[in-house]
């Protein structure tokens, strides 16, 4: 699946996503093996509805698939997609350390300037 | 200056960034060490910082405001845990409460910078910034978001 990381919108969703401790371990099951919404719920000490409606914040953000299997819906993560989500993040990062050293190179320009050339 | 590599790992959440500079090791140190200098690159233009306390020793502590467009002044702090003038400085990097002091709400990044002389007379740096956890590194990122993530990345780049 191609997801476009780069949109205000998926990255609100994704960040949305993430917030929650347990949709973070939700995610972090899901990305290990298939799990029906059903054994998910016996993990957490609330209702299966509620599970229920993790799940589709982390389906909405695409960081997992659901499929049916007979009576129940089974859940998976999406690793790939996950990975670029995280990646997406540290873009922003790489971004804004290109510009701080683009700044840092500007000020030593200038000292060389004033310590070079009489 | 010149950005010879990059390198971003999604699993240990850490991103890398080298780069050249056509200037003695010392100079680059002292981008760090002068609070004045610091001070110029630390925010984007947008919004200039200001270091209010600037104790470049192990345990020292960092605390800054930067001053944006419409008289915001969202505030951050550091605080020294490695150091090894001109070569090697680890530093903790967090957001602040209107005080000054660390918001103990907030997650904080750890970066580590490196300086080595390479032949010529060029100095490389090179930045590691690691976060703790994707709920943290998306905590930093939420803080900016609400007015679009093109914002996001000069407001984080300002609050950072």
């Given at each position: 699946?191609?997801?476009?990381?780069?949109?205000?919108?998926?990255?609100?969703?994704?960040?949305?996503?993430?917030?929650?401790?347990t949709?973070?371990d939700?995610?972090?099951?899901?990305?290990?093996?298939?799990y029906?919404?059903?054994?998910?719920?016996?993990?957490?000490?609330?209702?299966?509805a509620?599970?229920?409606k993790?799940?589709?914040v982390?389906?909405?953000?695409?960081?997992?698939?659901?499929?049916?299997?007979?009576?129940?819906?089974?859940?998976?993560?999406?690793?790939?997609?996950?990975?670029?989500?995280?990646?997406?993040?540290?873009?922003?990062?790489?971004?804004?350390?290109r510009?701080?050293?683009?700044?840092?190179?500007?000020?030593?320009r200038?000292?060389?300037?004033q310590?070079g050339?009489? | 200056?010149s950005v010879?590599d990059?390198?971003?790992?999604?699993?240990?959440?850490?991103?890398?960034?080298?780069a050249?500079?056509?200037a003695?090791?010392?100079?680059?140190?002292?981008?760090?060490a002068?609070p004045?200098?610091?001070?110029?690159?630390?925010g984007?233009?947008?919004y200039?910082a200001?270091?209010?306390?600037?104790?470049l020793?192990?345990g020292?502590?960092?605390?800054?405001?930067?001053?944006?467009?419409?008289?915001d002044?969202?505030?951050?702090?550091?605080r020294?845990?490695?150091l090894?003038?001109?070569?090697?400085?680890?530093?903790?990097?967090?957001l602040?409460?209107?005080?000054?002091?660390?918001?103990?709400?907030?997650?904080?990044m750890?970066?580590?910078?490196?300086?080595?002389?390479?032949?010529?007379?060029?100095?490389?740096v090179?930045v590691t910034?690691?976060?703790?956890?994707?709920a943290?590194?998306?905590q930093?990122l939420?803080?900016g978001?609400?007015?679009?993530?093109?914002?996001a990345?000069?407001?984080?780049?300002?609050?950072?």
């Amino acid at each position: 699946m191609v997801v476009d990381t780069k949109t205000p919108e998926s990255a609100d969703l994704i960040f949305h996503a993430l917030s929650d401790a347990t949709r973070r371990d939700i995610l972090l099951r899901c990305l290990e093996g298939e799990y029906s919404v059903s054994t998910l719920a016996s993990y957490y000490p609330m209702s299966f509805a509620a599970v229920q409606k993790h799940v589709a914040v982390l389906e909405k953000a695409h960081l997992v698939t659901k499929r049916r299997r007979g009576r129940e819906q089974m859940v998976r993560g999406d690793v790939v997609v996950a990975i670029e989500q995280t990646l997406a993040v540290l873009e922003q990062f790489e971004t804004m350390w290109r510009s701080r050293l683009d700044r840092m190179g500007q000020i030593l320009r200038e000292t060389t300037t004033q310590g070079g050339v009489p | 200056m010149s950005v010879t590599d990059v390198q971003k790992d999604p699993i240990n959440l850490t991103m890398t960034i080298d780069a050249e500079f056509e200037a003695a090791i010392g100079d680059v140190w002292n981008l760090f060490a002068d609070p004045r200098k610091l001070e110029r690159w630390w925010g984007p233009p947008a919004y200039p910082a200001t270091f209010v306390e600037h104790d470049l020793s192990p345990g020292g502590r960092m605390s800054f405001f930067m001053t944006g467009p419409e008289g915001d002044q969202p505030r951050g702090w550091w605080r020294v845990l490695e150091l090894d003038a001109p070569r090697r400085l680890v530093f903790e990097n967090g957001l602040a409460g209107a005080d000054g002091d660390p918001d103990p709400s907030m997650p904080f990044m750890v970066m580590r910078v490196s300086l080595s002389e390479l032949p010529g007379g060029v100095t490389r740096v090179r930045v590691t910034t690691s976060f703790p956890s994707a709920a943290a590194m998306e905590q930093f990122l939420t803080r900016g978001m609400e007015e679009g993530l093109n914002q996001a990345i000069s407001q984080m780049d300002a609050i950072l």
